[in-house]
Structures are given as structure tokens and as C-alpha cells.
């Protein structure tokens, strides 16, 4: 028999916007209809954030047999642009989401919303004030003080009503009057201290209702009302709004309207990055970045080109979960998730970034191998491909050094290691230029040592890889490091008195442009994606690639520092107190491309290759 509270416990745990929802459906408010919006405004491009407010939005619909309406909160001519509306329509489908009926438009309402403001104009609720922005934030007062009403604030109503229409028709200059909502001069809530409900904007059109409008609802004023007109029941919206939400009721219960609910939740805060859009703007602007879906950027349509699925990012944005509190996100919980994603789903090549020629002196000239290798220790349905095995040979430049350490388990002077798939080789010689610097390496093999027919009774513990000299094709690799060098560059700039580009990383983007992949690579087509062994995954770039170059962007290394730092019963320092890995972590992440994946370099719990390769 089971006890009450057993019963009462839910079979799958809900967050808290969850359960209001099943409340209210439960009490068949609103006939247990659930309708949400997501509500961008088109001036940029959607970013990791507006992701979650995607997911949550759009999840929420799903989950509950209800709808979603993707609504342009497109109230402010000036920074607005249809280019927006085509890239954020873009990338909801994208992130495998279908908005309720047709897109809707918040200058759709534009007539409406004109008519709720009569309507409170007539009943004595809103006047028009002739005061400049300077004077009315002043009149305002401060959350301890009250502030003042003016001599605009008494017009009458049909003054109000005429000078309305004017401003209407264009008959005053940008920023010479605003509509008002007439509240309380004296709420502690400053929100409610007469909000603007309209300004007039007359020197730019709007990018669909052209010039038909001199005057524009201001965010306030408009987002509830198109929330009503939609009749959206759970209006979902980031914390920094909750301050408005008494002005959104009071909105709606004096023009008795559909009382849709505003619901406010955490926004999503990701370490190293800025999420503004204002702030991406800036970096597309000065050509910080080379657009705004450069792959440096935490925007979808960046994260796309980056290799980023669509699935990474709505399991991210679902493990990150809807919170009440602020909180920062680790950028490295996004990188475990496409890590995660792509070690099921991707076939593993050969490639190597910065060659070195090593040549297999006792390995016959004129000789090539095909060798038959598994494309994935994850997915047997991934197939074998045929890698071509001769006597020149690149590995990667970091796979090799001369007075190596005992720990150094790659390639040194008369040491051994296993190629990938082929032959333990010895190095027995090292050629320098003039300067000094090491150009080839000789070395012998060892024909007994086949991978999978091994009887040269060897134990190596270094496996490479490697690509055949006269089979490899070129290509460009990018790889990409995180834009700025701080955890918080938003609050950091504000803490120091400096600009937010001040902490970005001078070395977020790093060009190779002389790298050997395996002729396997050869047909591979932009957003083809596959892990370079030992290196990370790689997908082929949308825009750099042509007909004569290919061009690879590194989508994530393979470490996880995500999975590491989670481990249980580690020391992890509290929360606010200096984290005495960090350092240490940092070397090692710098030499990530470079290791070994044996035992000791393996991140826990993530095999990304076998150990051994015999
Ligand atoms: P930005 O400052 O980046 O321009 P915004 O809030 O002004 O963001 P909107 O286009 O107005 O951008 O946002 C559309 C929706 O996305 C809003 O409901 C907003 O609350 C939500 N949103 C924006 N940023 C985040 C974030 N970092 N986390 C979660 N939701 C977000
Ligand atoms: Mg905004």
C-alpha cells in the first residue's frame, strides 16, 4: 500500500513555470488552452539565449497540446530590419520548432493599439506631455523619493484627444511629446510613475508600415496588448521584466482586455561570452568578427556554421532548465553537449594540422598499402573506409621532440609508437634546416606490426595519427578559442569603467593553412562533419569553401572540461573564492590538440577512442 505523500509525488519532476501550468489547467482556466509567443525583436540575430527562451516557449507549447506563435516585437523603426525577421524565422526552424499559424507582427496591431490608447485617453488615463526626456526622468524622482506631477499631466481630455491626433499625423517633431499613462507619480514601483505609452519617431520608416506611422507604441505599451490581441495565456519573459508586470496587469484590466499572464524566468547567463544584442551588433559592425554568424559568435546561426546540431543546442538549453534566480551558465556545459551529440553520430578521419615528414627508411619505395579502417568505435553502421599507407608520411609537429621526457609518450629519438590502423615505427634520425628547426624525421618500421595481425610481441604506448604523404589533400583548418578572456566581460567592463571589447581574446581565431587530411576528405561537402582523430570535431565550412580549397572549422576539441569538473569528489573550490585548478587546467586545455588518447589524457567517462590499437 502506498502512503499520501507517495501519491501525491509527481511521476517526472516539473519546473515551476510547469506546474503553474497544470494548475491552471487543472482549474480549466482559460478552457485549459495553452497559448505562449516567442516575441524577438528583429534587430539582430537570435543568440544561445534567445535559444532557451525558444525551448521553454515552444517546449511548453508541445508538452501541453497548446500553441506558440512566433510574434516580431517590431514597435522601433530605427534599429529594425527585414533581414532579422528572415534570419530568426531561419533559425526557429532550424532549431526544429513550427510557429502557430502565420508569423505575426507587432505593427499588425498598430491600429488597435492606437485604439486602446484612445481608449485611455477618454477614460482619463493617459496624457500627452509636452516635457523632454530630460525633465520627465528628473520629475520622475528616485525609488526613495516620490516624484512630481506636471502642468501636462491635468490636460483635459479633449486636449489630450487633439493633441494625440496630431502627433498622429505628424504635426510635431520627433521627441516634442509623448503620450503618458496617467498611474501614480508616487508609486514605489517607478514603472508605474506615468509610463510612456508612445513616441513619435518621424525620420526613419518602418520597415513594413513604411510612413504611415509618426508615432510608435513604446515595449510597454505594446507587448501586453499584442499578448491580449493573441490571447496568449502564459506570457513567458526573462526576469529583468518582473518590475513591469504590474504595469502590464494594470494595462490590461483598465482597457479590459484578454488577461493574458506574464511569468518571468531566469535569463540564461553563458560564461565568456556577451549575449546583447546590441553588443554582437557592435562586433559585426567593427568588423571585430566577420559577420554575425561568424563561428566565434554565440549566435545559432554562428553556432550552426560552428557545427553546432540543433539537438546539441535544445538539450543544452534543457539541461540548463528554467530557473527563478540569476545564475551563469559554464560555456563548457554547452561544448559537453555537441561533444556528447557528435561521438555518437560522426565517422573519425584522419587529418593533420601542422605536418611533419617522416619518412620509413626500410619501407620499399614504390609501395602503397590500403588499409581498412572502422569510421566510428560508436556506431558499427558508420562502415569502414580504405586509408592509403606509404613510405612518406606527415604526423603532427607536436607528436614529435627530441629531448622528450620519460612521460612524453609519442615520438622521440629511438623511441616507438604506433601509427593509427598501421605499424609501430622507430625514430632513427632527424633532419634540421640551416636554422635549426626539425623538417623530417627518419625512421623504420617494424612489418610484423600490423594493426590487428600484430606478432612483433611489441607494447608501445603512444598511438598516432598520421596521413600519407603523396595521397593527402590540402586544406585550411580554423580553430577557434573563446572571444573574450574573462568569465564575465559584461560586468567586468562595468567594474573596471572600460569597454565590454576591451577583454576580447586576441587569439579566438587561429588560421592553418597548410594542413594534410586523409584522401578520404577529398569529396566532403560544406556542414559535412566529421572528428579528426585525437584532434576534435571538425565540419566543413558553409562559407570560406569553394571548388579549389577546403575549409574546416574545428566545431569543439575532443577533452571535456565539462564532464572533468563535474566529477564527484573533486576539490572544487566554493563559489566567489579562487579556483586553485585553474592555472593548471588552462596549460593543459592550451595542449588539448596535441595529446595522447591514452588513459591518463582521457576525459573521465568519454572514451573518444579505444586505447589500444592493435
Ligand atoms: P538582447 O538584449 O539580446 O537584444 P532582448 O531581450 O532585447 O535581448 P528580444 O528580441 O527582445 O531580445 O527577446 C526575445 C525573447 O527572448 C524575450 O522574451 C527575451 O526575454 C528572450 N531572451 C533574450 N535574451 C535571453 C537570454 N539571455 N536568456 C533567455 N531568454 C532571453
Ligand atoms: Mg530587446
Known sequence: MSTATEEKEPKESLNFIEIKIEEDIANN??????????????????????????????????????????????????????????????????????????VCYTSDYFDQLYEFAIKLIKAGLAYVDDSDAETIAKEKGTPTQPGVENEYRSRSIAENLQLFEEMRQGNHPNGSKVLRAKIDMASPNMHLRD?????????????????????????????????????????????????????????????????????????????????????????????????????RMPTISALRRRGYTSSSIRNFAEKVGVARRENLIDVSLLEHSIREDLNKTV???????????????????????????????????????????????????DDFMEDAPKKFFRLAPEREVRLKGAYIIKCEEVIKD???????????????????????????????????????????????????????????????????????????????????????????????????????????????????????????SLKDGWAKKNKPAQNQPKQGQPNPNKKKKKKKEKNRGTQFPGAQNQAPGKPNEPKTDS
Open 434 to 556: 640551416d636554422t635549426g628547426k626539425v623538417i623530417e624525421l627518419r625512421c623504420t618500421y617494424d612489418e610484423n606490426s600490423k594493426s590487428g595481425e600484430d606478432t612483433s610481441g611489441k607494447k608501445v604506448k603512444g598511438v598516432l595519427h598520421w596521413v600519407s604523404a603523396s595521397h593527402a589533400i590540402d586544406a585550411e583548418v580554423r580553430l577557434y578559442d573563446r572571444l573574450f578572456n574573462v568569465e564575465q566581460p559584461g560586468s567586468q567592463a562595468k567594474k573596471e569603467g572600460k569597454e565590454f571589447t576591451a577583454f576580447l581574446n586576441p587569439d579566438s581565431l587561429e588560421i592553418l593553412q597548410n594542413c594534410k587530411l586523409e584522401p578520404s576528405l577529398k569529396s566532403s561537402k560544406p556542414g559535412d562533419q566529421m572528428q579528426f582523430q585525437r584532434l576534435g570535431y571538425f565540419c566543413v565550412d558553409t562559407q570560406f569553401t569553394t571548388n579549389d580549397k577546403l575549409v574546416f572549422n574545428r566545431t569543439v
Open 29 to 102: 482556466k482559460h478552457g485549459g488552452k495553452v497559448q505562449t509567443r516567442f516575441p524577438p525583436e528583429p534587430n539582430g540575430f537570435l543568440h544561445i539565449g534567445h535559444a532557451k527562451s525558444i525551448v521553454v516557449n515552444f517546449g511548453i507549447a508541445q508538452k501541453y497540446q497548446g500553441a506558440c506563435n512566433l510574434r516580431f516585437d517590431d514597435t522601433n523603426p530605427l534599429t529594425e530590419d527585414t533581414k532579422y525577421v528572415e534570419a530568426i524565422k531561419k533559425d526557429i526552424e532550424w532549431l526544429g520548432y513550427k510557429w502557430n499559424g502565420s
Open 347 to 397: 565517422p573519425r578521419v584522419m587529418a593533420v594540422l601542422k605536418p611533419l615528414k617522416v619518412v620509413i627508411t626500410n619501407y620499399p619505395e614504390d609501395k602503397t598499402e590500403t588499409l581498412v579502417l572502422e569510421n566510428s568505435p560508436e556506431d558499427e553502421s558508420l562502415g569502414k573506409r580504405e586509408v592509403p599507407f606509404g613510405r612518406e608520411l606527415y604526423i603532427e609537429q
Open 195 to 295: 509610463p510612456y505609452l508612445y513616441r513619435i519617431i518621424t525620420d526613419k520608416p518602418h520597415h513594413r508600415t513604411g510612413d504611415k506611422w509618426k508615432i510608435y507604441p513604446t515595449y510597454d505599451f505594446a507587448h501586453g496588448q499584442s499578448d491580449a490581441i493573441e490571447e496568449v495565456t502564459h506570457s513567458l519573459c526573462t526576469l529583468e521584466f518582473e518590475v513591469h508586470r504590474p504595469l502590464y496587469e494594470w494595462l490590461i484590466e483598465k482597457l479590459g482586455i484578454f488577461p493574458s499572464k506574464q511569468t518571468e524566468f531566469a535569463r540564461l547567463n553563458l560564461s565568456y561570452t556577451m549575449m546583447s544584442k546590441r553588443n554582437l551588433r557592435q562586433l559585426v559592425n567593427e568588423q571585430v568578427v566577420d559577420g554575425w554568424d561568424d563561428p
